[in-house]
């Protein structure tokens, strides 16, 4: 490190230490590579699930309504209650909608509804039905029928069916047979390019009314001899098996597996969707095909069973029948700019704030609790910071109020320690808070909790790294964006109140026995040695970011003095390999987030080329090694500190993928046949493959989940759109239509939490 300054003019390290330039535009460069993304309406899915007891065997929809099979019988689904039909036939296999009428098929016959009423048409097992040059067709196991007058007419020739086989072929055309010519077993049967097709078990045949044709694939064959369902659409015909999608096109039968994007090679069935897409159940979900798009619905955060056993779709929804009940996926239009509505108004009917505090929410006893957190200042940094840029971009009132409830409740978190410059993790009533005070502090260590001297609020010490890094990020962005008049001064006070703690404590944060906290660390003794020499890196970056901005916003001495030593110690060079890979135990999402936080703050406030171009080069390291996740707030954050292209496409389609269902269902994703890297990326830390938001909670996480009993809080969205409409990668909506830009409240606030019914606040300024 010596050798670093001997080589670096002294005019050099003067303008390093006299930049007391404060952030304005908030890094809104003058010229940029990326293209502003529209904020257009799209499709958003909504999911229900009706649990059944027994699996639901088969499922169709007519004139709008659902109707399903369970334990051989026809119950029709209204309000989300599934309803036996009466008068309905038993015994009942498959449910099919064809030729504007729903069709039963049973073992003792086939059977259509004609108004409420059920007519039997025919006393045969049949398996299918199709349409095929514009007659109903339907076929036993072993021939088809055509219906004709109310009939059911045997297409089969007089003479029997005729071979494909060339060797049977007489000089007359005829052919003579020692053994009859099968058209079955028959599975399905479809109709592709005016000829029907019939799938066996085993094989694929072409039927032109005379010749069971065994021979007209010249390129490719059945992906597997264990066949399960038939669709055609255009100019396909796809085949559902055991070991992939088979399709057909012209002569040629090409298998679609795990390789090629294909989640779960186990498919069961097929349907046509309502966009020219196709639905495929398999064992393990549903699978949306969509252009070139694979989309996922697996069991938990979709579906209430794993195993597909059939979809029927209607205008704008599907209904997956499964093994343990009936999945209803709805669209409905939205653009981005409702998804945030929707999402802040959750946000209120669902209870999760608290004393202007966010909070994840539990179910405990049938009840929704909220979570203190050993990080409320963190969780609720990125609603500060959500309405911060909605304030900044928009002029809202309502987003100002909002951000300004939550300062005051950071600032709280502070005050409340009575130790200028210590910040608390979170704050619990003594009277009015539900569950339990967390029992377990950082590193398994017992928690620390202190009572005010009031009696009214216990606050819990320990404060680790993570919590002070997310209040220099979020309430300097409420300085810079939001604050006035006092709330500037109180912004700027709280600042250089946490600056100085961690000055005057030598690089640490000391709880209330006077020693360092277990993760609030930056000092050299810790991160330059093996005990915490592993975080040296994005720890560095963080004190760098303290000492920028309480120099920058303050223009105090000691910051800049801070600053100086920080760089004597070498901290900004440890700051250029951060990003750990390796070995897994280093590995954590939250560090990484921290780190980004930590860049928002530093590069705002960093005005010196030399040293900026440092903490770029880092953030180009990490930013290469996190764009495999496609999360808007890294490519967001990276678009905004450097002007460079930031895969700005990705991250609005992370964005409209995002549930809105904020539970946090169970998911299960490791035993996929899709687990390949994106072509153009490359994984750096092991993960599998990036995952869409409405398939994982994390997007490389494999399994997990909270089974139902976790509400989460859609914070990280509202941060990341209002952040990208500030920054102008994402536009405004161009409808003006109410309904596609805003959501209505339910009026009900009990959904989740009860209202807090406790203690207010106390006065803060």
């Known amino acids: 490190m010596k050798s670093f300054f001997k080589s670096v003019p002294i005019l050099f390290l003067l303008s390093i230490f006299s930049d007391t330039m404060m952030a304005q535009d908030l890094n809104k460069t003058s010229q940029h590579l990326w293209k502003p993304q529209a904020d257009n309406v799209y ?35 209204n309000d989300g209650i599934l309803s036996v039909e009466k008068n309905a036939p038993e015994s009942v296999n498959r449910l099919m909608s064809e030729a504007g009428t729903l069709w039963a098929l049973t073992s003792k016959g086939i059977y259509r509804i004609s108004g409420s009423n059920w007519e039997k048409m025919d006393d045969r097992d049949y398996v299918d039905l199709c349409i095929h040059q514009g007659s109903i067709h339907a076929a036993t196991k072993d021939e088809i029928f055509r219906l004709e007058n109310g009939k059911f007419v045997s297409i089969k020739p007089k003479g ?14 005829s052919q003579i047979h020692d053994t009859p010519v099968e058209l079955g077993p028959i599975r399905r049967i479809q109709s592709y390019s005016g000829t029907l097709y019939v799938l066996r078990p085993d094989k694929l045949i072409q039927f032109d009314g005379l010749i069971v044709n065994e021979d007209f694939i010249d390129w490719g064959s059945i992906p597997s001899k264990d066949t399960r369902d038939l669709l055609s659409l255009g100019n396909r015909l796809y085949i559902s098996s055991s070991k992939g999608l088979g399709i057909l096109r012209g002569a040629t ?46 069991a938990g955060n979709w579906l209430p069973g794993d195993h597909v056993n059939g979809i029927a779709v209607g205008d704008k929804v599907v209904y997956v029948a499964t093994d343990k009940g009936i999945g209803i996926i709805r669209y409905e239009s939205y653009t981005l700019q409702k998804k945030a509505a929707y999402y802040e108004n959750h946000i209120n009917e669902w209870g999760h704030l608290r004393l202007g505090f966010i909070h994840v929410l539990y179910q405990k006893n049938g009840e929704w609790i909220r979570e203190i957190t050993d990080n409320d200042g963190g969780n609720t940094a990125t609603y500060l910071a959500a309405m911060c840029y909605k304030y900044a971009a928009t002029g809202d009132q309502t987003a100002r109020a909002a951000a300004v409830e939550s300062f005051k409740a950071m600032i709280w978190l502070q005050k409340i320690t009575g130790t200028e410059g210590f910040i608390a993790r979170s704050i619990w009533s003594a009277t009015a808070d539900k569950g339990e005070r967390s029992t377990q502090g950082s590193g398994g260590l017992p928690a620390k909790w202190y009572p005010t001297p009031d009696g ?58 006077g020693k360092p906290t277990r993760w609030a660390r930056w000092n050299p003794e810790y991160l330059l040695r093996p005990y915490g020499y592993n975080d040296r890196g994005v720890n560095g970056l963080e004190v760098l970011a303290f000492m920028h901005s309480a120099f920058a916003i303050s223009g105090d001495e000691k910051y800049n003095k801070g600053l100086q030593q920080l760089i004597v110690w070498g901290y900004h060079t440890n700051t250029l390999r951060q990003k750990n890979t390796f070995p897994p135990a280093t590995l ?47 490519n967001f954050s990276y678009g905004a500190l450097t002007g460079n292209d930031c895969e700005l496409e990705q991250s609005v389609k ?29 994984s750096y830390e092991g993960a599998k493959r990036a995952f869409s938001p409405r398939e994982s909670s994390g997007p490389t996480t494999l399994d997990g ?42 009026g009900n606030k009990n959904q989740g939490a009860k209202p807090y019914d406790g203690p207010d606040r106390p006065k803060l300024y």
């Open 43 to 77: 499709l958003q899915e909504l999911a229900e699930k009706i649990p059944t007891d027994s699996p639901v065997q088969s499922i169709a929809i007519q004139n709008g309504k659902c109707f399903a099979v369970v334990d051989q019988k026809i119950y029709s689904l």
């Open 160 to 173: 029997g069916y005729y071979s494909s086989d060339i060797t049977m072929l007489m000089e007359d055309g």
């Open 253 to 298: 039968l090409t298998t679609v597996k795990g390789s090629d994007g294909l989640p779960v090679e186990n498919t069961t069935c097929l349907e046509k969707g309502f966009d020219d897409d196709i639905w495929i159940g398999t064992s393990q979900g549903a699978v949306r095909k969509l252009g070139n798009e694979w989309q996922y619905f697996g």
């Open 456 to 513: 009214k609020w216990f606050w819990k010490g320990d404060t680790s790294s993570d919590e002070v890094t997310s209040h220099f990020y979020a309430v300097s962005l409420f300085y810079d964006l939001v604050a006035e008049g006092k709330e500037k001064e109180m912004a700027k006070e709280h600042l250089e109140r946490m600056a100085s703690y961690i000055l005057k404590c030598g690089w640490t944060m000391n709880d209330m026995d």
């Open 588 to 634: 954590a999402p939250w560090d990484d987030n921290l780190a980004f936080e930590s860049y928002n703050t530093l590069l705002r406030y960093a005005k010196d080329p030399a040293l900026r171009s440092v903490y770029l080069r880092s953030l180009e390291r990490t930013w290469e090694v996190k764009r495999i996740e496609h999360l808007p707030w890294y």
């Open 654 to 682: 992370y964005l409209r993928e995002c549930k809105l269902d904020c539970r946090e269902y169970n998911f299960h994703n490791s035993d996929r046949d899709d687990l390949f890297m994106e072509p153009g990326y490359i």
């Open 705 to 746: 989940g909270g089974n139902g009993n976790v509400v989460r809080e859609p914070t990280h969205f509202l941060r990341d759109y209002w952040m990208g409409r500030y920054y102008g990668f994402i536009q405004a909506p161009e409808t003006t239509d109410p309904d596609l830009i805003s959501v209505k409240p339910s």
